[in-house]
DNA sequence: ATGAATGCAAAGGTTTTGCACCCCC
DNA sequence: GGGGGTGCAAAACCTTTGCATTCAT
C-alpha cells in the first residue's frame, strides 16, 4: 500500500529505506560553473577580490557535499588541498552566506551549523535519530499556517527553521 | 476578538509590545517542591545519589530562570553558591533533562542550547531578531499537519524544534 | 600602490574529562 | 565500604583574531 517508494531502489539510504523525494531535483542544481558567476558578482559587488582558494573551496562545496558542518569543510577541502589554512575556509564561509549560495540550514546534535548549497526551494529538515540521515521536506499547509499565524501576531517574518525528530521505521525494524 | 491580548499592559516586553498569551499559564507552573519531588523519583530510579548541589541548582532554575544557556546558569548559581564548581552544573542538566525537568527548546545565535523547564504543553518558539526577546506560541494546524505529513513519509515522530525568526513591528516602528 | 586575502599561531569561549577527595546509602 | 558526586585544573574542541606576507586590481 505505501509502499510504493520503491522507484530508485538503487539509492537505498544507510537505514534501508529509499529515499523522500526532495523539492529539488539534482537537474535543476547549479553546477560550479554557474557557482562560480554567482560568486564573483557577490565579490565584485562588494568590491572583494578573487582568489584561488575560495573557488577551490567551492568546488569543493559543490561537488561533494551535501550538509555539512564548517569542520567536515576544512576535512574536505584540506584533504585536496592541505595548503589552505582552516581560518581561510571559515573565513569564506559568510561570504558564500552572503552570495546566497550556502544556506545555514539546521544544527546537529552537538549543535554546530549545518550547512547545504542553496537549492532555490524552500524546504524543512526531518532528521532520522537513528541512523542521522537529513530528509528534506516541503508542505505547503504547515508554511500557510506558520503565515496565517505570524500575520495575527502582527510579527514581520524573517525566516524560520522546523526541523522533526524521528526515526524511520524501516530502520527501527532493522534493529 | 482576538484583541484581548491587552489584558496585561503592566508587563510590557523590551520592544513596547504585550506578551503573546503563554500556552502555560504562571498558575500551571510547578513550584520547587514539586520539581524536586519529580529529581527524587529520577534519581531514585536511576540508582543514582540525591545532591545538595542538585537540589540548589534545580532551586535557582525554577524560582529565577525562563530561557537560559548553561553558562547563564552557571553565573546564576555561582552568585548565590560560588562554592559549585562548574562542571556540576555542566553535570546537573542531563540529569534534569532526562527528568523531564527541563527542555532544550532552541539555539540562540551562537548555537548554544538554550533551556527552560519544561512547562508540560508543547510549544514552540518566535525569536524577535530586533530585540531578541522569545515568545512562545502553539498552532493545532501546523501539529496536524505536520503529524499527517510524517505518517505519510512513515517517520515515527520523537519530537520537533520549529523556530519562527521575526520582528516585532512595533520595535521595527520605535526604532 | 593599495587594499584584500592568506597562513600560521595564539587567543577565546564553551564543554568535557581526569583525578583526588567527599558524601550518600 | 562502595559507588556516586564534587571541585579543580587541564584538556578538547570549535571558532575568531592578530600579524606578517602575498596576491589581485
Redesign the pocket.
Known amino acids: 500500500m505505501k509502499t510504493k517508494s520503491k522507484k530508485n531502489a538503487s539509492h537505498l539510504l544507510p537505514c534501508g529505506r529509499a529515499p523522500i523525494a526532495s523539492p529539488t531535483r539534482a537537474s535543476d542544481r547549479k553546477t560550479f560553473t554557474q557557482w562560480k558567476a554567482v560568486l564573483d558578482l557577490e565579490?565584485e559587488s562588494k568590491?572583494?577580490?578573487?582568489?584561488?582558494?575560495?573557488e577551490q573551496i567551492l568546488e569543493i562545496i559543490v561537488n561533494q557535499l551535501e550538509h555539512f558542518?564548517?569542520?567536515d569543510l576544512v576535512k574536505a577541502v584540506q584533504k585536496s588541498h592541505p595548503?589552505?589554512?582552516?581560518?581561510?575556509i571559515?573565513?569564506?564561509i559568510p561570504v558564500l552566506v552572503e552570495a546566497g549560495i550556502l544556506l545555514e540550514s539546521l544544527s546537529d546534535s552537538s549543535?554546530?551549523?549545518i550547512y547545504e548549497v542553496n537549492s532555490g526551494e524552500h524546504h524543512d529538515h526531518i532528521v532520522c535519530t537513528d541512523c542521522h540521515q537529513i530528509f528534506e521536506f516541503h508542505d505547503e499547509r504547515i508554511e500557510r499556517a506558520q503565515n496565517e499565524l505570524t500575520k495575527k501576531l502582527a510579527f514581520q517574518v524573517i525566516s524560520h527553521r522546523h526541523v522533526i525528530y524521528a526515526r524511520c521505521d524501516k530502520f527501527s525494524k532493522k534493529a
Chains 1, 2 share one sequence.
Open positions: 565579490i568590491g572583494l577580490n578573487k582568489s584561488r582558494p575560495r558542518t564548517v569542520p595548503e589552505l589554512g582552516a581560518a581561510t571559515y573565513r569564506s549543535r554546530m551549523a
